[in-house]
Nanobody, 124 residues
Framework: QLHLVESGGGLVQPGGSLRLSCAAS????????IGWFRQAPGKEREGVSC????????YYADSAKGRFTISRDNAKNTVLLQLNSLKPEDTAVYYC?????????????????WGGGTLVRVSS
């Protein structure tokens, strides 16, 4: 059973940066497509970024393009999400998730395994 734990959230000023980490146990992450999702208060969950399990192709929501970067650290069995140029509207609980389907499918349908989330708050 794959178990995911997110870390790295916190309070940051607008324009600041954070690096989120998704650590896995129970299986090797490079077997899975990994997605980052977020849910702001009163809003539906949305896909932010994704990295495939085949050729590590990356995928970003329009809101994340040019500001967020997803990457794998296979040696640590971890997937990272670098958040730069943060805006107040990025405030949300960020979740990592894993599955075997392509990123395009995962953004619409969700994934098989989910972490508990980490809170990112962007405020001055």
């Amino acid at each position: 059973q794959l178990h995911l734990v997110e870390s790295g959230g916190g309070l940051v000023q607008p324009g600041g940066s954070l690096r989120l980490s998704c650590a896995a146990s129970g299986s090797t992450l490079d077997y899975y497509t990994i997605g980052w999702f977020r849910q702001a208060p009163g809003k539906e969950r949305e896909g932010v970024s994704c990295i495939s399990n085949t050729n590590s192709t990356t995928y970003y929501a329009d809101s994340a393009k040019g500001r967020f970067t997803i990457s794998r650290d296979n040696a640590k069995n971890t997937v990272l999400l670098q958040l730069n140029s943060l805006k107040p509207e990025d405030t949300a609980v960020y979740y990592c998730a894993a599955g075997q389907r392509p990123c395009s499918w995962a953004f619409s349908h969700g994934m098989d395994y989910w972490g508990g989330g980490t809170l990112v708050r962007v405020s001055s």
